[in-house]
């Protein structure tokens, strides 16, 4: 009788996780089965044979090939930095790089920088929920971050809208972009696995509407008005906890 109730309990549990794999695996494929239709205006704009055209621009580029360099250019951007900095990343860790960046990040809020991130909704439910590190920035006052899609697995049929945009925008002339994220495994030389990406860096001193970093500029902002983007912890009083103020001292110490 005893072996029978235990048997009894197992295939509830089991017939309980299988009807919320179908769920969720439902909600997942039934969402994305159908494609939007791709609108005539779309298509007359990717086909605007002035992109071949030759002009003057004021803008200036180069390619970062090596991860160092990549982490080192993000850095410096953000150091120089007088009045904003934008940044849209898909994966946000606090490994050694990406806790270089989020002290460079501090530092420039300290300064009075305006100081904007964008995440994806899936990897910062992994990476920074709970996280010391993260809270101390986005409790400083000068500090924006909004989550892209936040992960629910309530909506399974939201849970593939991921942004993958990945960017750094510097005083609205400088920005990075390219395929990199922002922890060790594509940015600096430390320990273990990496991925070899590209980035464009770009320059310029006197942008007019038609330049791109503009353009980019533009391209965020929609982005960050969307209904899906939504605020991560800025509750300012994050910053008076012990772990959030040892966090905040360790990243200011370590950036210097």
């Keep these: 009788m005893k072996k029978y ?8 549990i089991l017939a309980i996780f299988l009807c ?23 298509k007359k704009e990717t086909k605007n044979g002035s992109w071949n ?3 003057e621009n004021t803008e200036r580029a180069v390619i970062i090939e090596k991860n160092p360099e990549a982490l ?4 410096r951007l953000i150091k120089n930095a007088k009045k904003e900095i934008i940044l849209s990343t898909f994966a946000f860790q606090s490994d050694e790089s990406g806790k270089l960046i989020l002290g460079a990040l501090h530092d420039a809020a300290d300064r009075g920088v305006h100081i904007r991130l964008l995440v994806d909704g899936m990897e910062s439910w992994i990476d920074m929920e709970g996280n010391s590190y993260f809270y101390g920035l986005s409790s400083h006052e000068n500090v924006e971050i909004k989550l892209y899609n936040k992960a ?6 939201k849970m593939m809208g991921r942004m993958h945009d990945k960017y750094l925008i510097a005083d609205g002339k400088r920005y990075i972009l390219g395929g990199r994220n922002t922890y060790n495994y594509f940015l600096g030389d430390f320990p273990g696995h990496k991925n070899y990406d590209r980035d464009v860096l770009v320059v310029c001193d006197e942008p007019e509407k038609e330049n791109s970093v503009n353009q980019l ?3 965020f902002e929609t982005i960050w008005e969307q209904e899906d983007s939504g605020y991560f912890h800025d509750n300012k ?19 210097q």
């Excluded at 080192?72 to 850095?75: D, E, F, N, T």
């Excluded at 629910?152 to 049929?157: D, G």
């Design 5 to 12: 109730k235990i048997c009894k309990i197992l295939l509830v």
């Design 20 to 42: 919320v794999a179908f769920y969720e695996l439902l909600g997942i494929c039934v969402a994305y089965k159908k494609q939007p239709e791709v609108s005539n205006t779309t």
């Design 53 to 55: 055209e030759c002009s």
């Design 72 to 75: 080192l250019q993000r850095v």
């Design 152 to 157: 629910n697995p309530l909506k399974p049929w």
């Design 217 to 219: 500029s533009e391209y």
């Design 237 to 255: 009083k994050l910053a008076n906890r012990k772990s959030v103020k040892n966090a905040v001292l360790e990243l200011q110490n370590g950036y």
